[in-house]
């Protein structure tokens, strides 16, 4: 199966900063998504995006399809952001999740 | 409406009990999925429902089982369970499989 490797493992940020988080693929996908995982558990949908750019408030996605990549641009950090953010993607079936980015954002 | 319910949110059991988790959702989704999560992992694949029939169970043990009443609801029975089987277990749902998948709130499940 596709193998998704997620970078970095974990970010600590000042309130304010930017940061961007990277999700590499072993093969081609046709479904990507990321997600915000909150402290409660709660899988929140960021981004469907198996190609292109899409941008969402503070927020934005890039997935270079043709490299087996994915990016998320996280601006203007706020400690609300805190929590884990996973990539999932698959070939033409089932997503398989990267082992996520753990972010802290402090005060 | 673009919401996965699931019930109990959360539930704590002894090894001889059974009980069930539901989830439910009403965007006219075809495919439902559970998944179990473990403490700083990712969510784990166990059974995807497709049309109402089950397609995909990632070897799952026998004491979880899971059950697909109608396109709207997905049931998930519990019987005998270990206390390793203690997790976050999620549902989700998708238009079809290998679309954009919704997720539930989760139930976070304690096995005594």
């Known amino acids: 199966g596709i193998q998704v490797e997620q970078s970095p493992p974990d970010l600590i940020l000042q309130e304010g900063a930017n940061s961007t988080l990277r999700c590499n693929f072993s093969?081609?996908?046709?479904?990507l998504q990321w997600f915000h995982q909150n402290p409660w558990g709660q899988l929140i949908n960021l981004f469907y995006?198996?190609?292109g750019t899409k941008q969402n408030g503070r927020l934005s996605a890039t997935t270079v399809a043709t490299e087996r990549y994915s990016l998320l641009y996280i601006s203007s950090s706020q400690t609300t952001d805190s929590g884990v953010y996973f990539c999932?993607?698959?070939?033409?079936?089932?997503?398989?999740f990267g082992r996520g980015t753990s972010l802290i954002v402090h005060p | 409406d673009t919401e996965v319910t699931q019930t109990p949110k959360h539930l704590v059991m002894g090894m001889t009990n059974k009980k069930s988790l539901k989830c439910e959702q009403h965007?006219?989704?075809?495919?439902m999925y559970w998944y179990k999560q473990k403490a700083k992992k990712p969510p784990e694949l166990m059974f995807v429902?497709?049309?109402?029939?089950?397609?995909i169970n990632e070897s799952v043990p026998s004491r979880f089982s899971p059950e697909c009443p109608n396109s709207s609801l997905l049931n998930l029975h519990l019987h005998a369970l270990q206390p390793e089987d203690s997790a976050l277990y999620l549902c989700?749902?998708?238009?079809?499989?290998?679309?954009?998948?919704?997720f539930g709130p989760g139930t976070r499940l304690t096995v005594l």
């Open positions: 989700a749902s998708s238009q079809d499989s290998g679309f954009e998948q919704f």
């Open positions: 999932a993607g698959g070939g033409s079936y089932i997503p398989t």
């Open positions: 093969d081609s996908v046709n479904n």
């Open positions: 965007m006219g989704h075809r495919a």
């Open positions: 429902y497709s049309y109402e029939k089950l397609s």
């Open positions: 995006i198996p190609s």
